[in-house]
């Protein structure tokens, strides 16, 4: 399947480059979309106990403190590390942030194919697991943190929702 030959050394330079020239342009084109490309209308309510299980199961908890943070590689970027408000503005921002992280690991994936076209067989294989493991364990970090985000959401918009009326009655 290789269709070009290279040396050794051209190889590993080669791959490096393209793999950066993937990871850039396709978080960069990622980072651009806008906000309302990654706000879901469904709730995803239905098995988040049973999908939350997976991940404590995992000790997602325990090693993504460890994982870089690339929200702030490019300009517009959002640090995902810790939040920095409760506020229920942040916090959907937050969420939308992890769902535009999910989809820029998800498609960093595919591209790891190309890598047949200059490589010997083996090598592109070696490349699409690197791809899985360098793109999994992110993938399983957003989707973790967005389950956890969501009810501390509802019970911010509902403490919100409380203060603006106990306010808003005030002077009655």
């Known amino acids: 399947m290789q269709m070009i030959h290279l040396t050794t050394l051209s190889l590993i330079i080669v791959n490096i480059f393209a793999w950066l020239l993937i990871h850039v342009s396709i978080s960069y084109i990622c980072l651009r979309l806008p906000d309302s490309f990654y706000q879901s209308k469904k709730s995803g309510v239905n098995d988040r106990n049973r999908e939350l299980h997976v991940y404590e199961s995992l000790r997602i908890r325990k090693w993504k403190t460890?994982?870089?943070?690339?929200?702030?590689?490019f300009k517009g970027g959002f640090r995902k590390k810790e939040l920095k408000t409760l506020s229920s503005s942040y916090i959907q921002k937050f969420i939308v942030e992890t769902r535009r992280a999910e989809v820029t690991h998800w498609l960093l994936i595919p591209p790891s194919i190309l890598f047949f076209v200059w490589n010997p067989i083996?090598?592109?294989f070696i490349m699409i697991g690197y791809a899985l493991v360098v793109n999994l364990p992110f993938i399983l970090i957003q989707r973790y943190n967005r389950l956890r985000l969501k009810p501390l959401l509802?019970?911010?918009l509902k403490k919100e929702e409380r203060?603006?009326?106990?306010?808003?009655t005030f002077g009655v």
């Open 66 to 73: 460890i994982l870089p943070d690339g929200g702030d590689v």
């Open 122 to 124: 083996s090598i592109g």
């Open 154 to 156: 509802t019970k911010q």
């Open 163 to 168: 203060r603006g009326n106990s306010i808003g």
